[in-house]
């Protein structure tokens, strides 16, 4: 009996987990695109609604991230360097 009740707290323990960490990872990602998207708008690009961005890890590297973000009117690669402006290239 003590075993199974065990073995059932732990599980919902798990799942707690599981759901907690899932839920940090999608803030993170709302963070990162509500971000790149209030950065290029204040470098006077047109992003109306944020809706994903992707790290591009082939263009990027250590100090100089780069991303692609996606918006409902847009997508723009965001080159990013501690200190510096953003470049902003639209893409097709």
Known sequence: M?????????ALAL???LTVGTAAAQG???TVQGMLAAQIRSQGFTCDKALGATKDTARS?????????????????VSRAPDMAAKV????
């Open 15 to 17: 799942i707690d987990a």
């Open 61 to 77: 590297r250590a100090d100089h991230a780069v991303w692609v973000l996606r918006c409902s009117n847009a997508s723009y690669r």
């Open 2 to 10: 003590k075993d199974s009740h065990w073995i059932f707290l732990s």
């Open 28 to 30: 993170a990602t709302e």
């Open 89 to 92: 290239e639209p893409l097709r």
